[in-house]
């Protein structure tokens, strides 16, 4: 196996006045999603003439994409595609209304999320119920026309003037509808919620990180061999959606895998002795979060690494209901 180096975040500089510049060509803006700074991001690519956008952050950043474009010098024209993860809103929801202003962009999306796009309703409500008082924050999600939504299979193959290549590989398990792009020119990949969250401490080297389970259709197993699946890449960098850009990937990936594996044993562990979630909670906090925040605020942190030990919690408890998981107590 290879040996571990240190995980860090690619400093990167200002590009027009929101967009960040890690690596030449790749930019990436804080959608500041809910008012929250460093939590979400959407990233521009840029070939000879046109651009790509993977996601685009809830809809209340739509405004700040319009004005960050502008000053990049990046015309609404040359968008060709908006390239989604997945349909959750902090990725997805401003994707509907930002195919009114850029009038050549497709969605490229997994199959599975394109109903979603279309019809966000339900996605919504869910929304609503996880956000309740901060869902305003989000503002809102349009819905879609269908013939301007690509589905995108496994393998399928996206170019960008010829310089930079997008290869789709589908990874379920925080959505059964998850998908990542392993750009091939710069071997990095946009790994949207399929690696969890990583975000850079106060301090340089340090980092905190929050795995990936989603309620409520997160589905463990298959997270981690869709990680199993990412790290066959050999990737070299990793275009995080929270937040930025990271290297060297295999520490990334090796570091997310463990987390969620410690996190369901975890799990399974408090449950087989009849303990509670805030057992899981409380346990959890050694392996969740960690270092003292950076841009992100410790509250969102901690509201963050709460919710994911709840998802994996219930995901543990669901599975029990299937009988997938024989428990000695229940014998
Ligand atoms: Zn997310």
């Known amino acids: 196996m290879k040996s571990m180096e240190a995980l860090r975040e690619k400093p990167f500089t200002l590009s027009g006045e929101d967009l960040h510049e890690p ?12 008012g929250v700074a460093g939590y979400a991001c959407g990233w521009v690519v840029k070939g000879r003439r046109n651009s790509i956008l993977v996601e685009t952050g809830a809809g209340a950043a739509v405004p700040m994409w319009l004005s960050a474009l502008d000053r990049a010098g990046i015309s609404h024209e040359s968008i060709e595609w908006i390239l989604l993860t997945h349909v959750h809103l902090d990725h997805a929801g401003g994707a509907g209304e930002l195919l009114r202003h850029l009038p050549n962009a497709r969605i490229g999306i997994h199959p599975d999320g394109i109903r979603h796009l279309i019809d966000p309703q339900r996605l919504v409500s869910q929304a609503k119920a996880v956000w309740k008082d901060d869902f305003a924050l989000l503002g809102s999600m349009l819905p879609a026309p269908a013939d301007r939504i690509v589905p995108l299979a496994d393998g399928d193959l996206i170019d960008l003037d010829g310089v930079r290549r997008f290869r789709v590989i589908h990874t379920p398990g925080h959505t059964p509808h998850h998908a990542v792009f392993f750009e091939e020119t710069t071997r990095g990949v946009f ?17 905190s990180t929050v795995p990936g389970i989603s309620p409520p259709l997160g589905d463990i197993p298959e997270y981690l061999s869709s990680i199993a699946r990412i790290a066959e890449l050999r990737p070299q960098c990793i275009y995080a959606a929270h937040f930025g850009l990271w290297e060297p990937a295999h520490s990334f990936i090796h570091i997310a895998a463990g987390q ?72």
């Open 191 to 207: 790994s949207g919620d399929a690696l969890g969250a990583f975000f850079s401490a106060s301090k340089p080297g340090l980092f």
């Open 23 to 34: 690596v030449p060509g790749f930019l990436f803006m804080d959608t500041l999603d809910r």
């Open 260 to 331: 969620v594996a410690l996190l369901w044993k975890l799990c399974r562990e408090v449950r087989r002795s009849g303990g509670t979630l805030k057992e899981v909670q409380c346990r959890a906090a050694g392996i969740l979060a960690g270092s003292p925040p950076g841009r992100l605020p410790q509250a969102e942190l901690e509201r963050s690494s709460l919710a994911m030990a709840e998802a994996a919690w219930n995901f543990v408890i669901r599975r029990e209901t299937r009988n997938d998981l024989a428990l000695p107590s229940r014998r």
